[in-house]
């Protein structure tokens, strides 16, 4: 199988792949961020990673490094910044590696790129460095951008089957059965089973205050329980995401 990764690329091979093959280049976005005792701090830009490579692998893509650092965690979906390794970006600074970094596919020639986001306090700064970007390729830009969060290709059906007591939302399920099942997937070798803590759901008010209550939060991180967390349920999210992203994909890029 040929390469799909950006950084194992001589650049002769990479200008081919963008300008020759017309390769979609995708950007996973993430965060260096807590994920409870048993997952790695670089949950969020390994599963975007991981679901952009899989995609990559069925489009004929190229997979670009991962933006690792992310915008700051907040207590009601992320835990907070209070956490020792949580290592975080100002908006400002995320917004402006996003238009750069768009900027410079640019100026390669990729006229298609994806931005897979891993880590939900993202979301926004994304969307403004992206905007950014194109203001400054102008009117009738050579390249198109795509940008997505994995976890809204998971369709009803497979969240019933994943949470047969009921799905608590996608807010409290930082370091939960989601991630850490997705986790189980890709890399079980990351995953502490033993270290899976019964706390939460945490209960928080419809409105945040600053500096954040963060006696809210689990000590250990956790949003809600990760222990009905399995194997198999990360091989039905990560099957079924990946099929929805890549017709997205070809349906926008084809
Ligand atoms: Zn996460
Ligand atoms: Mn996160």
Known sequence: MSEILMNRMDWTNYEQRVRGDGAVVFLPCGATEQHGPHLPLGTDHILAHEVAAGVA?????????????????????????????????????????????????ARHGARAVVLCNGHYENTWFLIEGIELAMRELGPSPSLRVMRLEYWDFMTGSTLG?????GFP?????HAAVLETSMMLHYHPDLVRLDRIPGDGPAHF????????????????GVLSSARAATREKGDWLVEEVTDRISAAVRKEFG
């Open 205 to 220: 008010p419809e409105y945040e205050t600053f500096p954040p209550y963060t006696h809210l939060v689990p000590p250990s």
């Open 169 to 173: 939302g996608f807010a409290l399920e």
């Open 161 to 165: 089957k994943v949470f047969p007591e």
């Open 57 to 105: 692998r069925r489009v004929g893509g190229i997979v670009a490094p991962a933006l690792s650092y992310g915008y700051k965690s907040q207590v009601k979906c992320g835990g907070g910044q209070h956490f020792c390794g949580t290592t975080s970006l100002d908006a400002a600074t995320l917004i402006g590696n996003v238009r750069d970094t768009i900027r410079e596919f």
